[in-house]
């Protein structure tokens, strides 16, 4: 006669809802198109795709929440231009905002996705109990989250990548490349390494 322990149970619990999770695609989708670096978009364009006021977006980037990343404000009349990826953060800190999340929680949660690259963000789905912001990047640690009681919500960031691409694939863009700064050539680069080597 085979006795299961409460361990298994909970292991077979875990693969089950893992597997579901992944059958399903709600958290983690991976099929996601990298947006162009070379479009900037303006404030207002800014605030329609990530679903905010002009109020918040200007408060936001005056306080270093989230700032443009192609060209930041420079006095009265310049206009900001914010990257594919600030709308991103913007859409994501509205939505941990409207879930009651403190301000010092979405902070560390968007210092936290600067660092990450862009290619690594349609991976990760954010959970939270309101409280305190968990990353996740695979079905496994939103099951033991949810196990533990400290997942109350999840924001899959592969979603709201999609819906942001759908939301400026109707909305003015701009040429951001006159604003970013080059990259090296491979030439510069192998200059550097020697200087770096015999130096």
Not at 12 to 26: C, H, I, K, V
Not at 115 to 138: F, K, Q
Request: glycine residues 10%; charged residues 25%.
């Amino acid at each position: 006669m085979a006795v299961s322990s409460g361990e298994d149970k909970v292991d077979r619990e875990r693969r089950l809802a893992s597997r579901q999770a992944g059958e399903q695609g709600l958290l983690f989708d991976s099929a996601v198109g990298m947006p162009s670096e070379h479009a900037g978009y303006r404030g207002p364009t800014a605030c329609t795709a990530a679903g905010i006021t002009y109020r918040q977006l200007d408060y936001w980037a005056r306080t270093g929440l989230v700032e443009p990343s192609i060209r930041p404000a420079h006095g009265s009349g310049s206009q900001r231009l914010y990257g594919f990826r600030d709308i991103l953060v913007l859409k994501v800190v509205k939505r941990l905002l409207d879930a009651g999340v403190s301000l010092q929680q979405i902070r560390t949660a968007v210092t936290h996705l600067r660092d990450r690259g862009v290619e690594h963000l349609a991976t990760i789905t954010l959970m939270s109990d309101g409280v305190s912001v968990y990353e996740c990047t695979s079905a496994d640690e939103v099951v033991d989250l949810l196990q533990g009681g400290q997942g109350v919500f999840g924001i899959a960031l592969g979603r709201v990548w999609q819906e942001v691409e759908g939301s400026l694939a109707n909305l003015p863009a701009e040429n951001a490349e006159p604003y970013l700064e080059p990259r090296p050539s491979r030439d510069e680069l192998s200059a550097r390494r020697r200087a770096r080597k015999t130096g």
